[in-house]
């Protein structure tokens, strides 16, 4: 296990050399800061699992001052979230620099003053452990922290912002491995304390220990946090540094996004000439032959029209317009019917249906209320009432004098 953590720590230290090299270091600086947290936090560890020192002298100092820089996990997690976020951590947030200090005062006191409680063992003890509250308010926390996450994330959608949106799912999937990881170890936790007091199941992994413990954290976060340093740092939307365009590991990063974010990113695959060409070809189709009135039209059948290659036409129309090609023709199908409805009151919905390129009445139906949110026959009525309105306040405004 040490050996392992060794060869993670010095990779670690590459990243965070790494960090301060690259080209903004004021941007990079909350990351780098978080690289520097894991060097210095799992070389405590590894210094303190050995009792380097055999009298025993200072091997209780070492000790304290790893569970001290432990417990400033939450706050550095945090900061490192909110610096993803763009916004200032919330001043009640900053209270968690302050878990540290709390806990090294109760270990004070319980050391002078409860000697038999304190050389006692988590095991026997584990309500009175400081440290496994801070685990669970740190799962709290994180719980809350999704949810402003996904808030951004809508937020950032509306307005198209492609890169810090990129950075946002980065950070929302940084918080589900915390929150994975701090469940699994509470989950361990649990089991093990009840494992041997309620039923007991002689399976050593199964049986409290604190170097099981660790093997779980240490090896999921040396695991994690080494893919997640690599991409992050070849990823410019995370982390700023010289990369080439559209690297191998860009299209990793891009995996973790939803499909329609993904279509965004291959806007680049096509030349502004092609884009210009499919935009002129496809407007004239649409808005002067009116093709998306016929019944059969599909699209292999508009990619012969229009001479773009069906792959070339999908990939367009996803992301241009943020639509499928169901999508599209229909939303072109429902301005026709909604013309339609307003024009002629003696047309039947069906017939409306029909003439706007629906094969089906129903069909027709649910996918008008999709885009309008009325049914076409409140739609007519609602187009009515509005006009009848007009009409009387025109025709009260001519009258007066």
Same mark, same amino acid.
């Given at each position: 296990m040490?050996q392992?953590?060794?060869?993670? #720590?010095?990779l ?10 690259a ?5 990079n ?5 978080y690289?520097? &947290? ?6 405590l ?6 009792d @380097?020192? @055999?009298d025993?002298? +200072? ?5 304290t001052?790893?569970?001290f ?10 900061s490192?979230?909110?610096s993803?976020l763009?916004? @200032?951590?919330p001043?009640?947030l900053?209270?968690l620099?302050?878990?540290?200090? !709390?806990?090294?005062t ?10 038999r409680?304190?050389f ?6 584990? /309500?009175?452990?400081?440290?496994l ?5 740190f ?6 922290? #999704?949810k ?20 946002? /799912?980065?950070? *929302? +999937?940084?918080?589900?491995? %915390? !929150? ?7 989950? &361990?936790l649990?089991?093990?304390?009840i494992?041997?007091?309620?039923? %007991?199941?002689d399976?050593p992994? !199964?049986t409290?220990s ?15 946090m ?5 991409l992050?740092?070849?990823? @410019?939307?995370v982390?700023?540094i010289?990369?080439?365009h ?8 891009? #995996?973790i996004?939803?499909?329609e974010?993904?279509?965004q990113?291959k806007k ?9 060409? +499919?935009?002129?070809?496809?407007d ?16 292999n ?14 990939q367009?129309?996803n992301t ?5 090609? *169901? ?19 003696s ?5 409306i ?5 629906f ?5 027709? /139906?649910?996918?008008? *209320?999709q ?10 009525d ?14 009260? &405004?001519?009258?007066?004098?």
């Amino acid at each position: 296990m040490h050996q392992v953590l060794i060869i993670y #720590i010095i990779l670690q230290s590459l990243l965070f050399f790494a960090a301060l090299i690259a080209d903004s270091k004021k941007e990079n600086r909350p990351l780098a800061f978080y690289f520097f &947290y894991l060097f210095v936090f799992h070389t405590l560890f590894v210094v303190c699992s050995n009792d @380097p020192f @055999p009298d025993g002298s +200072y091997n209780n100092l070492i000790r304290t001052g790893y569970e001290f820089v432990a417990l400033c996990n939450t706050a550095v997690v945090f900061s490192f979230l909110y610096s993803i976020l763009n916004k @200032p951590m919330p001043r009640a947030l900053h209270l968690l620099w302050l878990l540290p200090f !709390l806990h090294i005062t109760m270990d004070y006191l319980t050391r002078i003053h409860m000697t038999r409680l304190y050389f006692a063992g988590f095991y026997n003890n584990w /309500y009175l452990s400081f440290p496994l509250y801070v685990k669970m308010l740190f799962a709290g926390l994180l719980i809350w922290q #999704i949810k402003i996450f996904r808030k951004e994330i809508r937020k950032t959608n509306a307005s198209q912002e492609h890169l810090h949106l990129l950075k946002l /799912y980065w950070g *929302k +999937y940084f918080v589900y491995f %915390h !929150l994975a990881l701090s469940a699994l170890l509470l989950v &361990y936790l649990a089991f093990t304390l009840i494992n041997g007091r309620l039923f %007991h199941v002689d399976i050593p992994v !199964l049986t409290y220990s604190p170097d099981y413990y660790n093997l779980i954290n240490r090896g999921c976060t040396a695991f994690f946090m080494l893919v997640f340093g690599y991409l992050a740092l070849r990823n @410019p939307s995370v982390f700023s540094i010289r990369s080439p365009h559209r690297p191998l590991e860009q299209k990793m990063v891009e #995996i973790i996004l939803p499909e329609e974010e993904r279509n965004q990113q291959k806007k680049s695959e096509f030349t502004d000439e092609q884009l210009a060409q +499919y935009s002129q070809v496809l407007d004239k189709l649409m808005e002067e032959n009116n093709v998306y009135l016929d019944h059969d039209l599909s699209l292999n059948k508009l990619s012969g029209l229009s001479q773009i290659p069906s792959r070339h036409l999908s990939q367009y129309i996803n992301t241009t317009f943020n639509k499928n090609y *169901k999508e599209y023709i229909n939303g072109y199908r429902i301005m026709h019917a909604q013309e339609l409805l307003m024009k002629d009151d003696s047309l039947t919905i069906y017939s409306i249906a029909v003439d706007s390129g629906f094969n089906a009445e129903s069909t027709f /139906y649910q996918i008008f *209320k999709q885009h309008t949110g009325l049914t076409p026959k409140q739609y007519q009525d609602k187009f009515r009432a509005e006009t009848d309105v007009s009409c009387c306040m025109l025709k009260g &405004y001519t009258e007066i004098p």
